[in-house]
Structures are given as structure tokens and as C-alpha cells.
């Protein structure tokens, strides 16, 4: 069964533009949740999805955002970068996202804002 | 505030021997631990997990020990290789979604040949 994938795995932008990052969870998983890791702050959570519909969201600005389709592939969105947004953004999956359940990482995107 | 946090941030080594990672915990109705290993460049990786009904639970080379009195987790690795190489850390799981999830801040473990 393939894993969490993330694309693109590493990008370069320069503040004031806007990215976005797609997530494709493990296949059946539903949930699917977004962190961004930084060395300082460590993991820190952005949002869940489940459902196309979003449950839960993190203390993050409104320059972060997500969405999620029907076939449970997610994508977050983040406008007007600045530098401090520079950081591995990981998706994980798992079935429900109940607490109940482990979540699955993708391997992230390394954003670099320049 | 509640967190989760490893005693200490690096750990090193030698080849063969067995590694020892703790991980402690602050409320006491959390009932579901994960320990994540996570390789340069890469994302964590699910190790293994614990409930609070269970005070040990072993998977391959990698063993975990839950004390629910002085809320206290550890991961050992027997006959630790350099592939063990790595950022390792716990995750309490609690309540009904991701947002409640609380990570340690890592334990760097380095093996010395």
C-alpha cells in the first residue's frame, strides 16, 4: 500500500508570492492533517480535514489555508509569504482522525522563502 | 500548560548497544502514545504505539514502556545500528482530532561505530 505522498518535495519562493502543496493520503484514509516543522517551534498543527470538510485549525494566520476533494487528496495554500514561513510542511493521514487511530506522515515539502 | 517533552535533546551510541529514549507526559487522562522516528530529509515515520491499558508493548528490536504513575514513556532499541540514526519522538493522542495532538520537541540519537 503506497504512503502519504507530497509533492512538489522542495521549493523555492521569495515572500509576497503564494504557494501551494498537495497531499495524497495512504488510500481508505479520510483524515487527513497538516503541520508545519520547524527547528525552533518543532511540529505545530495547521489543520484537519475529513470529509472535504475541515474540522480543526490551528492558531495560523488567514494566509493559511486547505481544502480537501472527494477522493480525500488535500491541498493547503499559503498567500503573501513571508519569511518566517520557511519551514518542512508535513501532511499525515489516517483513517478517521479519530484520537484513537495513528496518523501516517508523508516525507513534507521544504518551503524556502527567500 | 500540558506538553509532552523528552529528557534530553541528543543521545549517542556505541554500535550494538541498546538505546534507551524517554519521553514524559503531563495529563494524566492521556491514553494513547505513538513514538515516531523521523530521518534527515524525510517525515516521521510511525514506529510504535501504546495504549494506557498496556504497560509494555515490543516490535521488532524496538520495546515500549508506559508508567502511568509518574507519567513516563521510554523507547528502547535493542543492538542499535546505524540506520537508528535519527530524530526520535513520542506523540500523546488525545481527544477526537489531529488538533489535540501533542508531539515531544525530539531526542537526536547518534551512533558512534
Known amino acids: 500500500k503506497a504512503g502519504v505522498t507530497q509533492t512538489p518535495r522542495y521549493l523555492i519562493k521569495t515572500r509576497g508570492q503564494q504557494v501551494t502543496l498537495s497531499c495524497s493520503p495512504i488510500s481508505g484514509h479520510r483524515s487527513v492533517s497538516w503541520y508545519q516543522q520547524t527547528p525552533g517551534q518543532g511540529l505545530q498543527f495547521l489543520f484537519e480535514y475529513f470529509s472535504e470538510t475541515q474540522r480543526n485549525k490551528g492558531n495560523f494566520p488567514g494566509r493559511f489555508s486547505g481544502r480537501q476533494f472527494s477522493n480525500s487528496r488535500s491541498e493547503m495554500n499559503v498567500s503573501t509569504l513571508e519569511l518566517g514561513d520557511s519551514a518542512l510542511y508535513l501532511c499525515a493521514s489516517s483513517l478517521s482522525g479519530h484520537s484513537n487511530q495513528p496518523q501516517h506522515f508523508g516525507d513534507g515539502t521544504r518551503l524556502s522563502i527567500l | 500548560g500540558e506538553s509532552v517533552g523528552l529528557h534530553l ?15 514524559a507526559y503531563s495529563n494524566s487522562a492521556s491514553d494513547y502514545f505513538i513514538w515516531y522516528k523521523q530521518e534527515s530529509g524525510k517525515g516521521p515515520q510511525f514506529i510504535i504505539d501504546i495504549r494506557s491499558n498496556m504497560d509494555k508493548r515490543q516490535g521488532q528490536r524496538v520495546t515500549v514502556l508506559l508508567n502511568k504513575t509518574v507519567k513516563h514513556l521510554s523507547l528502547q532499541i535493542a543492538a542499535t545500528q546505524p540506520g537508528d540514526s535519527a530524530v526520535y519522538f513520542c506523540a500523546d493522542l488525545r481527544g477526537s482530532s489531529a488538533s489535540k495532538i501533542i508531539f515531544g520537541s525530539g531526542t537526536r540519537l547518534s551512533i558512534r561505530p
Open chain 2, 9 to 23: 535533546p541528543t543521545l549517542s551510541v556505541q554500535e550494538g548497544d541498546n538505546s534507551i529514549i524517554n519521553c
